[in-house]
């Protein structure tokens, strides 16, 4: 049997724990932190806005399991997690880092990218989709992406175009994650995307609204 390459002893498998670094980052936002890990989590993004949304994140459902957790927002590799007003960051900030930090040194997987469903605001931004839309649409999409979603992503959210009017001038958009529902966000449109759009497409009646993701 020995002589055959018989095993006389099956060594145990043990599951390696993959060492990772996550570190928690305040937002503007004063009900969100963000959480960033020291690898990629996710190439899909994924917004939970409640523990029936997460078919795709085994880590947003844990995290839906502590009573202050709101909404949860993944993003490559970060987590921006929205709480309720019954508990302040300073008293729960160490708990869900420490638990994230377990949960993918464990070698749990954070999103199922195979369960991602593609909703149609982002599917905007796809190529096959995007070469149908008008051409200040399109650029409307370019500017998003190339100058504001980079900011957008440091604060712990996301920004998608969502449609633009010639009659009216009016761009929509959508906040995700840190930046839904943050009360200076407002502003942020006003002073900052309005004003890029106005002076890169060269027209000063354009009005930007958000629609809350």
Known sequence: Y????GE???PKEENKKVPVTVYAESTPNPSVMKFVASRLLTKSIVECKN??????SPLAK???KFPFVKEVFIDENYISVTKYAVSEWQDVTNEVRSFIKEF????KIAVDETKVE???RQEKQQIKNFDNLDVT???IINIIEEYIKPAVAADGGN?????FSEIDKTVKVILQGACSGCPSSTFTLKNGIENMLKEMLHDQELKVEALNG
């Open 2 to 5: 020995v002589n055959a390459g």
């Open 118 to 120: 593609n909703l149609e």
């Open 137 to 139: 649409s399109q650029k």
């Open 51 to 56: 523990i029936d949304e997460t078919q795709a």
């Open 62 to 64: 844990e995290l839906f």
């Open 159 to 163: 920004i998608l175009f969502d449609s």
């Open 8 to 10: 006389v002893v099956k």
């Open 104 to 107: 993918i040194e464990s070698g």
